[in-house]
Each structure stands twice: as C-alpha cells, then as structure tokens.
Nanobody
Framework: VQLQASGGGLVQTGDSLRLSCAVS????????LAWFRRVPGQDREFVSA???????SYADSVKGRFTVSRDSARNTMYLQMNNLNSEDTAVYYC?????????????????WGPGTLVTVSS
C-alpha cells in the first residue's frame, strides 16, 4: 500500500483548503484511512478517519470545520478544511490500516505517506 498526500499550502486565517491522499492498492474498500498532523517538536495528532463503509470520526479540535471523504473510483481520500486558524498549521499525513474499524492512534496504522505542509498565516 502506497499513499501520497497533496494539497497543502500557505493560506490565511479563515481560508479553506482541501487535501488529497492517493492510495495505490487493489482493495481500496478494505482500508480504514486517516489523517494525522504533526507540529515540530510534538507527537502526531489524530485529525480524522474514515472506514471503507463510510463511518468516520474527527478530533474535537476540527469538528464542524473539517470534512473527510473518500472516492472509490479514484482510490483517493480527501480532507476539506474550512475556517482554518493558526493552530491548524502542521504537516498533514495520511495513513491506512487493513481494518473495517475506526482508529485514532498512530500505532493502529501500518501504512503512511509523506506529509504535506499546511501553513495558516494570521
């Protein structure tokens, strides 16, 4: 399983951004996918996850602002981020696990892609 995140960039407070995660795998629907983020000097932080059947979860810090989705035709997961603020500045990573359950711990995901940097300027 290979993952590639994209879509990061420099935006201003209140702006929106959409991240994409392309997944190279045969059985896309069997994967639970997730977004994590990391600020330098801190541990990876759970952002959101979505199962193959469409169940999802969010960290409290992004509820109501971020929306996770997946497109089976494109083997791609998305993260729509609205009303961004400086605390959202981080490197965002997508991850995959061969399970149909929601997970929110980095240790629960075996496959990781390189991150994409999101910088929110005030």
């Amino acid at each position: 399983v290979q993952l590639q995140a994209s879509g990061g960039g420099l935006v201003q407070t209140g702006d929106s951004l959409r991240l994409s995660c392309a997944v190279s795998v045969r059985a896309f629907s069997t994967l639970t996918l997730a977004w994590f983020r990391r600020v330098p000097g801190q541990d990876r932080e759970f952002v959101s996850a979505i199962t193959g059947s469409g169940s999802y979860s969010y960290a409290d810090s992004v509820k109501g602002r971020f929306t996770v989705s997946r497109d089976s035709a494109r083997n791609t997961m998305y993260l729509q981020m609205n009303n961004l603020n400086s605390e959202d500045t981080a490197v965002y990573y997508c991850a995959a696990a061969q399970t149909n359950r929601l997970r929110d711990s980095p240790t629960g995901f075996r496959y990781w892609g390189p991150g994409t940097l999101v910088t929110v300027s005030s």
